[in-house]
Every structure is written in C-alpha cells, then in structure tokens.
C-alpha cells in the first residue's frame, strides 16, 4: 500500500513537499519513484530513488528543481518541489518496485492513488 499527500494548488515560483509512506512490503533492495500525468498526456517519470544506496534519477524537465529523498526508517519518500511552473500541474503519484532501480513506470508494481498538484500562472 502506498499513500501519497502533500499536494495542493501553489502560484509559479512556489514550493511544494510530497511524502509518499509505504506500508505492506518490503522495498529495502528496491526503489520508489514519482511519476505524473497531465490531463490528455501519457504518464511521465519524474524522479526515483533506490532504497539500498539512495542512488536518484531526475527528468530533465526538473533537474534542478526537484530532490526525492527517502527515510527508510519511516518508510517515507519525499518529493521536495521548488521553483513550480505550470506545467508541473499534474496528478503526482508513487511507485514502488521490489529489486533495483528503474525508470520505467511499467516496470513499478505497486501503485498510490495520486495527489494533485496545481501550478497558477
């Protein structure tokens, strides 16, 4: 099970903190990344984490601006997000793998439900 919060509506420029806690299994040799989906485009990955030596990739569209971290010991990963544009807007949502890290979304099993992130211009 994994449960995302944190999102909200937030003018350009402005900072948003995701948190996704993971519960039910474990991902101790896995990864956890963050994907959105924009209405009426294909779901994007945004930035992941592997669990056993915090090693993280980053689109290019937020490098720069966004840090995933994670803490194992709340089984929490956090998607820390500066410097919003409007098209950041998106459902955010949380993924988790067993074993190693990737970036492909299909390759993810376990899914949150989604929290909306809404950037004004």
């Known amino acids: 099970h994994l449960a995302e919060s944190g999102g909200g509506v937030v003018q350009t420029g402005g900072s948003l903190r995701l948190e996704c806690v993971v519960s039910g299994f474990t991902f101790d040799e896995g990864a956890v990344g963050w994907f959105r989906q924009a209405p009426g485009k294909e779901r994007e990955g945004v930035a992941c984490v592997g669990a056993s030596d915090g090693s993280t990739f980053y689109a290019d569209s937020v490098k720069g601006r966004f840090t995933i971290s994670s803490d194992n010991s709340k089984r929490t990963v956090y998607l820390q997000m500066d410097s919003l544009k409007p098209e950041d807007t998106a459902v955010y949502y949380c993924?988790?793998?067993?074993?190693?890290?990737?970036?492909?979304?299909?390759?993810?099993?376990?899914w949150g439900q989604g929290t909306q992130v809404t950037v004004s211009s």
């Open positions: 993924a988790a793998r067993l074993f190693g890290l990737e970036v492909d979304g299909n390759r993810y099993n376990y």
